[in-house]
């Protein structure tokens, strides 16, 4: 008996000896070695923010794509199955063959490749081939905005535009996290749910997508029919400087941007509205203006005298596209005589010039949040030699982005205060200084307003129909870089802003190299004109002198009539006074028209034509004159 | 005297002695043996009561993980769904692209003058 107890006894020390040892002497090895085969490291990487436009319409997000990749030691030789993994993949052979071959731990065979590729490899169920899924960046509206967003490398880093510049901002954080995992691999969250990676911020930008779209279709055209090798094109809230659009030609698809040494690269993906300075040309005659009326060293009705064409300036010679005699400075303007500027800059002189030129922001970086932006040229007045203040005034011999150049107008577009052009939203100050006086600056619109508005400006093709425009053309000649002299080539350009007497957005169209006519009237007004139309009804701006004009005739097609409809429309254009006109019957932009152009305060509910109104018709009328309109799809409902 | 005498007379007499006799030392035994065993069968109750438990809430807690792990897996298939579709509307939003289906599709154009009238 006490043999076999002394047996248990010693086979219970044995156990107790093996649990010290395995517990305490070899513990932590033990339990680390263990935490190696349950215990996984899961890196939690975020997403990229989405970036949208001013409406909160998605221009770039991020969506989880499969990549496949292959771990060649556990492939090992499976060599019969290359074909068809390279058909899934539809990669050549000879490739695949040399990612599966090698020694390395883990080889990529393909990245972010479309769902039904990485089916067909699931499908082939090879030993070693795997996919893991990774963030990609996708742009739904394809090369809208294209130089503004930029594009993303494969690993999701931001290469160029706003995706390069607020990359951090917008890349997010990525943390580990520890659990544990189970035979399969598969993970169990003992410990709770994990808290998400710091998501990328989400960027909203200034830019208006249908403004966007307007812009850039009106460019790419009007590039088009001037033949032209490029152009850039601007809008701007001159009153905050947002940045509504911002468009160039060539363009590219930030998708598929393509690689650097394919042909053509730089130039599509290049952002010339901000890295290309160009010789301003005529558009540089409203800034000359500017300065010279805030010194009052002129006056609109000044009048100088143009030499008919031909000025001496030292050894030089200045020359006028049309020959002209005696003008008044605002036709000096108008008519865009370049030995006028001349004359006027040699009154404000070159250190008030160049003081003013500083002011405007010329020969500085306007500090837009997009990489690669240029200052322009404008040299120290200190290294101007005569000719220099002469050819400044109708803007030759200096450089300028059109940012800068739009930023410019805005200054005059806004009463005299010079803001700072920026794309994304947020709480800021856009105003850098005060660069003219508000009287200055509605004395230059007007020089402006009638450079388009007046018979023989040279901007008469920007003009519209409904609102009054205020602009400058421009033609510039481009400077050969190999011989650093003036070439054949030029830049035709209209900057200008509408409507001219409450400015609601500054548009800057730069045509490169145009094929036709080298005229900036020519080649950049009539697309200035298409996308001041467009973005004025984009942004609800009602003509001035619209509802008088639509009260005496209603424009636009005709409203279909039943013959109820007749009669309520007659009676609606019948005189009215002093009682309740009838709208029943009219179209909701019939009535709504005609409402206002009474006088009424309308308030509208349902589509289709108006079936009921309060007061009716008939009643009599009261001071307050306050319609209510029930509009109902079907006519025939209407009751007079 | 008679104070004390009274006292003496109420000196309590022991009726059970403290000890048992000598005579039944086994019976004793017996009896704590017993004891202990009792307590002993009860200790191990609880104690396998309280693996049994711990058994049991670890086996809970890998359970609770598993189904953790299915709902992120499922929050995350939902999160890519939705990103997926956030996709697709934007690209069915496009401007452009309505602006051509408005074109040709439905014969629209863009508004003349006098036909937008805005609304006060």
Redesign the interface.
């Known amino acids: 008996m006490l043999a076999v107890a002394g047996v248990f006894a010693g086979l219970l020390a044995l156990i107790v000896l093996r649990a010290v040892d395995l517990t305490v002497l070899r513990g932590p090895e033990l339990a680390r070695l263990a935490a190696l085969q349950h215990r996984a490291r899961i890196e939690l990487t975020p997403?990229r923010g989405?970036i949208v436009d001013r409406h909160g319409?998605?221009?770039a997000?991020?969506?989880?794509v499969p990549s496949v990749y292959v771990r060649p030691r556990e492939f090992g030789r499976q060599d019969a199955r290359l074909a068809a993994l390279a058909a899934a993949l539809h990669l050549p052979l000879r490739a695949v063959r040399g990612k599966a071959a090698g020694t390395q731990g883990f080889v990529w065979l393909k990245r972010q490749v479309p769902p039904h590729e990485a089916e067909a490899v699931a499908r082939l169920g090879l030993k070693g081939v795997y996919t893991v899924?990774e963030g990609r960046r996708?742009y739904?509206?394809?090369g809208?905005a294209a130089h503004v967003l930029g594009f993303v490398g494969v690993d999701s880093q931001g290469l160029e535009g706003l995706e390069r510049r607020l990359d951090p901002v917008i890349r997010g954080q990525s943390h580990d996290i520890e659990?544990?995992r189970d035979g399969r691999r598969?993970?169990?969250?003992?410990a709770?749910?994990p808290a998400p990676p710091a998501q990328g911020s989400r960027v909203e930008l200034t830019i208006d997508?249908?403004i966007?779209?307007v812009t850039e279709?009106e460019l790419a055209a009007g590039v088009a029919a001037a033949k032209a090798a490029g152009g850039a094109a601007l809008v701007l809230d001159p009153s905050t400087g947002e940045v509504l659009a911002l468009a160039n030609v060539p363009t590219f698809d930030p998708n598929q941007p393509g690689r650097r040494h394919d042909r053509g690269w730089r130039d599509r993906v290049r952002n010339r509205a901000i890295t290309d300075p160009y010789e301003p040309g005529s558009t540089f005659k409203a800034i000359l203006a500017a300065a010279a009326i805030e010194e009052r060293v002129v006056k609109p009705t000044d009048m100088f005298f143009c030499e008919n064409g031909r000025y001496q300036v030292g050894r030089w010679r200045i020359h006028d596209a049309h020959r002209h005699g005696w003008l008044s400075f605002a036709q000096v303007i108008q008519y865009s005589s370049n030995i006028g500027a001349t004359k006027v800059a040699e009154r404000l002189g070159a250190e008030r010039y160049y003081r003013y030129l500083r002011a405007f922001g010329f020969g500085a970086r306007t500090g837009i949040e997009l990489p690669g932006e240029t200052p322009g040229i404008l040299r120290p007045v200190e290294r101007w030699a005569r000719i220099d203040l002469a050819t400044h005034s109708f803007g030759q011999g200096v450089s300028v982005t059109p940012l800068q150049m739009a930023a410019a107008f805005a200054a005059i577009a806004n009463g005299g205060l010079l803001v700072r052009p920026y794309l994304v939203r947020r709480v800021l100050t856009p105003v850098v200084r005060r660069v003219v006086s508000a009287r200055t600056a509605a004395t230059v619109t007007e020089l402006l307003r009638r450079a388009v508005e007046e018979k023989g400006g040279t901007g008469e093709k920007a003009r519209l129909?409904?609102f009054p425009v205020a602009g400058k053309t421009g033609t510039a000649q481009k400077v050969n870089l190999h011989t650093g002299t003036y070439s054949s080539k030029r830049i035709g350009s209209f900057v200008g802003f509408v409507p001219a007497d409450r400015p609601r957005v500054v548009i800057l169209v730069l045509i490169d190299e145009p094929g036709v006519s080298s005229y900036g009237g020519v080649v950049a007004a009539p697309v200035f004109r298409a996308i001041a139309?467009?973005v004025l009804?984009r942004l609800?701006?009602?003509s001035p002198a619209?509802p008088l004009?639509?009260a005496s005739a209603?424009?636009?097609?005709a409203p279909r009539k039943t013959p109820a409809l007749a009669r309520s429309a007659r009676t609606a254009a019948a005189p009215a006074e002093p009682s309740t006109p009838s709208f029943l019957g009219l179209s909701?932009?019939e009535a709504?028209?005609r409402a206002?152009a009474a006088g009424w305060?309308?308030q509208?509910s349902g589509v289709g034509y108006v079936s009921e109104q309060s007061p009716p018709p008939g009643a009599p009328l009261v001071p307050e004159r306050r319609l209510a309109l029930r509009l109902v799809p079907d006519p025939g409902t209407a009751s007079p | 005297m008679s104070r004390s005498a009274g006292a003496a007379a109420r000196v309590l007499t022991v009726r059970r002695p403290l000890a048992r006799p000598a005579a039944r030392p086994a019976r004793l035994l017996r009896a704590m043996r017993g004891w202990l065993v009792r307590r002993a069968l009860g200790l191990g109750a609880v104690l396998v009561g309280l693996c049994l438990l711990q058994v049991w809430l670890r086996l809970q807690v890998t359970h609770v993980g598993y189904e953790l792990s299915a709902a992120r897996d499922m929050q995350l298939r939902l999160e890519h769904e939705h990103r997926e579709l956030e996709v697709e509307l934007a690209t069915l939003r496009d401007p452009g692209r309505l602006g051509d289906l408005a074109r040709r599709r439905l014969g629209m154009q863009e508004p003349g003058k006098g036909q937008v009238v805005i609304l006060r």
């Open positions: 997403h989405p319409e998605a221009l997000l991020s969506v989880d899924r996708f739904p509206h394809n809208l659990a544990d598969q993970v169990i969250f003992t709770g749910v997508a249908g966007q779209d279709r129909d409904d139309g467009t009804k609800g701006v009602e619209l004009r639509m209603p424009a636009g097609p909701r932009r709504l028209t206002y305060d309308v509208v």
